[in-house]
């Protein structure tokens, strides 16, 4: 999938923020309001079959102290398998386990639980999603 088949979270209150990709790698970051909780999010509809397979994986790395939720539906179910994990300051694979027919939706956004002085911009990167 590319940039143009994930679209901002009208339902997550997204501050301004950048959604792009550099030489095949998604890059997401918005600047840190000091004065209050703030995030920013991206979702895409695959609608693609998965009972053959067991993880979703993401390659991963970001700015420290950047958090990241990832939501997923399957068979027309939301769950929140990330809940504003830290992300690694190197690249990293992580596994989120899956079950059922249909990826019908993935959600991955980055912020913070509360108002926090640093960072100064939030930033994840992710190299490849996969199912395995």
Request: hydrophobic residues 40%; contains cysteine.
């Amino acid at each position: 999938m590319t940039t143009g088949t994930w679209l901002p979270c009208h339902w997550c209150g997204n501050v301004d923020g950048r959604f792009e990709t550099h030489d095949g790698v998604l890059e997401m970051s918005y600047k840190n309001n000091l004065e209050k909780r703030d995030g920013f999010a991206y979702f895409s509809r695959p609608d693609v079959l998965i009972s053959n397979y067991k993880e979703l994986l993401l390659r991963l790395k970001g700015e420290s102290g950047t958090l990241l939720t990832v939501e997923i539906v399957v068979d027309g179910n939301r769950s929140r398998p990330l809940n504003y994990q830290p992300v690694p300051a190197d690249w990293d694979i992580w596994a989120i386990p899956i079950q059922g027919n249909v990826l019908n939706e993935i959600l991955i956004g980055i912020g913070e639980l509360e108002p926090v002085l640093a960072p100064l911009e939030y930033h994840l990167s992710i190299d490849w999603i996969a199912l395995r």
